[in-house]
């Protein structure tokens, strides 16, 4: 299974960006679908996670109201508004082992490459 991430870019502070999550096979559709974020010298941590059927959906402290997951058939979004600089990372996403999964990065079994966000104050 392999996950494409897309969407990032440069944006200043207060900004939006929407990122977007595609996988190339149909088991996506069976499975939770995490985002993690990784700045520079730091351990990537997690952002939001979705279940299989988008019933389920839990967030980051630093992120919720801000941040939105959403799915549909074949892809998963991550809506990003009020952007700041400390949201500056590359963005991952990550399938998850079940329909369901958590914050932890081992409930999570395919990564995507990344995409860039950068966010100038």
């Known amino acids: 299974v392999q996950l494409q991430a897309s969407g990032g870019g440069l944006v200043q502070a207060g900004g939006s960006l929407r990122l977007s999550c595609v996988s190339s096979k149909r088991t996506f559709s069976n499975n939770a679908v995490g985002w993690f974020r990784q700045a520079p010298g730091k351990e990537r941590d997690f952002v939001a996670t979705?279940?299989?059927?988008?019933?389920a959906t839990y967030y980051a402290d630093a992120v919720k109201g801000r941040f939105t997951i959403s799915r549909d058939r074949n892809s998963v979004y991550l809506q990003m508004n009020s952007l700041e600089s400390e949201d500056t990372a590359v963005y991952f996403c990550?399938?998850?082992?079940?329909?369901?999964?958590?914050?932890?990065?081992?409930?999570?079994?395919?990564w995507g490459q990344g995409t860039q966000v950068t966010v100038s104050s």
């Open positions: 990550a399938s998850g082992r079940s329909s369901y999964a958590g914050a932890n990065r081992a409930d999570y079994v395919y």
């Open positions: 979705i279940s299989w059927n988008g019933g």
